[in-house]
């Protein structure tokens, strides 16, 4: 029954026409001999990349008969390890005269089940080499990997749209020269900032666009959160996201946490508390950023800030969050970060600066964020945390990030640019800048 449940989704796969998808920034090779692997939050666009490489490979005259595509978060499927093979059975009956070694396999979201890791390396060593793999969960494919995968695989991330991507989604041109375009980018930029970067999402009214962000939420709650890693005190789970998630781009304690939980009645360990964070991140639900300290142990255990994985899931979640325009600039640029796949920290001794970026053993940016300069005090303050950092650090050089000013100046022997946003953003990613 199984088996035959497996050709229907396999034949049905083949025989609709594929969606039409945009394009996303992201480039994965498909020659490599590796298992590609691509994880992210849920609905972030790795089902619709992986669509978008199988067109791909249609385009270049790859048969569908030898493109294999499951999605094991189909609810028909309720395979156990030991008949994951039934697909295999299943698509050499229905193309008996396919060589297996020429095929292209891609399997969504396969951590859902268990012993995925060991079918993907028999698939690999015996016969495909052609593998794309996604999953929802840092943790289950980072750990399996690393022990049976070791050597055979490439991992990318991918997060929701970049402020590039949701421009080309929005079919807008851009043009760094032309003060009309500046214009409609910053009005763009606008909404970017408060509605995020999920792809499905990014056309939707306020209303609907909520509607679908809370139901993303509540799926990570009860899917990821409360099956995966087994959590049953959901009351105490919920009052602890709710004090995640309003600390965005602060500094988050969860010892702090667990003495507000304590003085309002919930009974929970704090080890548990850790736990949470912990899968908080597996999920990508959240970031954690740590402060640079030469000690590894200080790193580690020392202080952190927080950071969500999309501004339009904050404000969904209604806390007001878009209503601090440092904020979401600060949110933005973490993740553009992230996404540019930096080694990224905060500095703080005196003052604070936001963001630095290493290069191995070498520091080799310091990034402080705000929304504006034009009030003195601000000024003063943005600067006297950024000059602190690269002067400790041996920069010569800072950048500052606001929404709309620019200016270069040099303070105390060190150059500072101050650079709009929306230029920090695009700059890299249009020709000819």
């Not at 497996?6 to 992201?26: E, G, M, V």
């Not at 008996?96 to 012993?115: H, K, R, T």
């Not at 032309?178 to 999920?198: E, M, P, V």
């Not at 602060?250 to 949470?276: A, C, R, T």
């Amino acid at each position: 029954m199984k088996k035959e449940l497996l050709k229907h989704i396999i034949r049905d796969f083949h025989l609709a026409p594929l969606p039409q998808l945009k394009r996303r920034a992201l480039v994965v090779p498909v020659d490599t001999g590796k298992i590609i692997t691509l994880v992210g939050v849920r609905r972030s666009g790795k089902t619709s990349y992986l669509f978008n490489l199988i067109e791909d490979l249609l385009g270049r005259g790859v048969p569908m008969a030898e493109i294999l595509y499951v999605n094991f978060e189909d609810e028909r499927l309720d395979l156990k390890t030991e008949e994951l093979d039934l697909l295999l059975q299943a698509y050499r009956e229905l193309y008996p005269d396919v060589n297996v070694e020429d095929c292209w396999f891609f399997f969504d979201e396969i951590q859902n089940i268990a012993g995925w890791d060991k079918f993907i390396r028999r698939v690999y060593d015996k016969g495909t080499k052609n593998i794309f793999i996604t999953g929802s969960n840092a943790r289950f494919l980072s750990s399996e990997i690393a022990t049976s995968l070791r050597g055979r695989t490439i991992s990318y991330e991918v997060f929701p749209l970049s402020f590039h991507e949701y421009l080309s989604f929005k079919e807008v041109t851009v043009d760094l020269h032309s003060s009309k375009s500046i214009a409609l980018i910053n009005h763009h930029l606008a909404d970017y900032l408060r509605h995020g970067g999920f792809p499905e999402v990014i056309n939707y009214n306020d209303g609907l666009r909520n509607r679908v962000l809370q139901e993303y939420f509540n799926v990570m709650i009860y899917r990821d959160l409360l099956e995966r890693y087994k959590i049953k005190n959901i009351p105490a789970l919920k009052f602890f996201l709710k004090r995640l998630m309003s600390s965005a781009t602060k500094q988050v304690s969860v010892n702090n946490i667990y003495n507000e939980l304590k003085s309002s009645g919930f009974k929970i360990g704090k080890n548990q508390l850790y736990d949470n964070l912990e899968a908080c991140q597996n999920i990508y639900l959240a970031m954690v950023l740590r402060k640079h300290t030469k000690s590894l142990v200080n790193r580690e255990l020392g202080e952190k800030k927080i950071y969500a994985i999309d501004n339009g899931l904050l404000n969904a979640l209604d806390y007001k969050f878009s209503d601090d325009t440092g904020k979401t600039l600060e949110q933005t640029v973490f993740l553009e970060l992230k996404r540019r796949e930096k080694d990224v920290y905060f500095f703080k001794e005196k003052s604070e600066c936001d963001f630095i970026i290493k290069l191995g053993f070498e520091v080799t940016e310091a990034i402080q964020v705000t929304a504006t300069l034009s009030d003195e005090k601000t000024r003063k303050r943005e600067l006297r945390g950024l000059l602190e950092c690269c002067k400790v650090l041996g920069l010569r050089h800072g950048l500052i990030i606001t929404f709309d000013t620019a200016e270069e100046l040099e303070v105390d022997g060190v150059k500072v640019t101050i650079m709009p946003l929306y230029h920090w953003l695009l700059a890299d990613t249009v020709n000819g800048e």
